[in-house]
């Protein structure tokens, strides 16, 4: 009990039990409202460490899939750009691109017709290509027949330099002629005796005939023997 007219802040009121437990009570309450105010504080002020995180993480989340989607944006464009080039060249290439075709007017070609464009003269120059291969060795097999006709001439001349004479019994295109005369007269006893003329049919196959059984190589050699001795005998 304080005496009257006493106040809480006098030193006989502190130091006495009753003003002890006053002191601690008021204290206890200065501390449980200082703590109250602290964790009100504390939950009211929001975690920036957490949230300056998240942020950044966000950020480098999205900044990823930017460079991502910007590098797969460009890749595509060198892709068409590529693709558009390959066209231009074809046709600036292939002479039949360069060609007006009056069906589509002043139109662009289509990519589409580009390409079969394409085929058509790849195609085209495959043929030519193995055309001047056949020709190719067609004049190979012509030079080296020159080659050889050349080489026989070379020993004809060189023969008769080295004979001046050998010519002089040289015998006469009669001659020639006779030899010729004599060899088909024989074929041509032969022939009329063999073929009929009774309709083509007979006529093609009489022949055929012929020519199995009369001019077989050594038929003619036979023949051509016989001509020459018969025109020896006369000559000489």
Known sequence: ??????????PWVKASP????????RKG?????????????????????DEDSDYHQE??????KDRRRRAHTQAEQKRRDAIKRGYDDLQTIVPTCQQQDFSIGSQKLSKAIVLQKTIDY??????EKKKQEEEVSTLRKDVTALKIMKVNY????KAHQDNPHEGEDQVSD???FNVFQGIMDSLFQSFNASISVASFQELS?????????????????EIVIGVLHQLKNQLY
């Open 122 to 127: 790849i195609q085209f120059l495959h043929k």
């Open 29 to 49: 309450n200065v501390v449980s409202r200082a703590n109250s105010i602290g964790s009100t504080s504390a939950s009211s002020v929001p975690n920036t460490d």
């Open 205 to 221: 196959a009489c022949v055929f005939s012929w020519i199995e059984e009369h001019c077989k190589p050594q038929t003619l050699r």
């Open 1 to 10: 009990m304080t005496e009257p007219g006493a106040s809480p802040e006098d």
């Open 18 to 25: 009753v003003g002890l437990f006053v002191e601690s009570t």
């Open 174 to 176: 009669q001659v020639k």
């Open 59 to 64: 950020a480098y989340k999205e900044s990823y």
């Open 154 to 157: 070379e020993q004809i001349v």
